[in-house]
């Protein structure tokens, strides 16, 4: 099972602040990376998809990047609405795996 | 715009089984793939298995092996997870979530259904 291990697990930023959550594979996915956001009592909800690939309809302020083991997601400019967990997931290999997941919240 | 609708809340007492569906509306693909994630209570997101229901295919992570069974009904596009055995530590929100299925290359979480919350207590 390839286990997916995120940093921070929490981080508090002001707003038009960037950040950057990092996710390690424990072995290569390739780009089989995907980054959701999960507000309180919401289901998550699909940033990127493919390590880069941002979904129909999410903010441009939302990248992603990597692959093989090392991927990164990036926020520019945080807004008081992105306070949320953030969780990374592989499809590369089964079973399928989440992140641990980041606590982003507003200061 | 795939719609996922859930059953709603169950109490269950431990060593009893739940079972819990999830409607799919919407969308063009007929051969997605719908997986079940579950989250305990202030805890991270656990993939539990995934089935692709015009195939009747499914893959179950290792830790639910035995216990899961994830089944679909191809007539009224409904999936079903049932999971036996219950404790305590299975008291959880658990969610159906739609992937692109066999037709991409690429498998993500497209869509998720609300979350059905199962406790299971004595």
């Given amino acids: ?107 | 715009q795939v719609q996922l609708v859930q059953s709603g809340a169950e109490v269950r007492k431990p060593e009893s089984s739940v079972k819990v569906s999830c409607k799919a509306s919407g969308g063009t693909s007929s051969t997605f793939g719908i997986s079940w994630v579950r989250q305990a209570p202030g805890q991270g997101l656990e993939w539990m298995g995934r089935i692709i229901p015009v195939l009747n295919i499914a893959n179950y992570a290792q830790k639910f092996q035995g216990r899961v069974t994830i089944t679909a009904d191809i007539a009224t596009s409904t999936t079903y997870m049932e999971l036996s055995g219950l404790t305590s530590e299975d008291t959880a929100v658990y969610y159906c979530a739609r992937d692109p299925g066999v037709a991409a290359l690429i498998h993500y979480f497209e869509s998720w259904g609300l979350g059905t919350p199962v406790t299971v207590s004595s």
């Fill in chain 1, 1 to 107: 099972e390839i286990v997916l291990t995120q940093s921070p697990d929490f981080q508090s930023v002001t707003p038009k602040e960037n950040v950057t959550i990092s996710c390690r594979a424990s072995q290569s996915v390739g780009s089989f990376l995907q980054w959701y956001q999960q507000k309180p009592d919401q289901s998550p909800k699909l940033l990127i998809k493919y390590a880069s690939q941002a979904f129909s309809g999410v903010p441009s302020r939302f990248s992603g990047s990597g692959s093989g083991t090392d991927f990164t997601l990036t926020i520019t400019s945080l807004e008081a609405e992105d306070a949320a967990t953030y969780y990374c997931h592989q499809s590369g290999n089964l079973p399928w795996t989440f992140g641990q997941g980041t606590k982003v919240e507003i200061k």
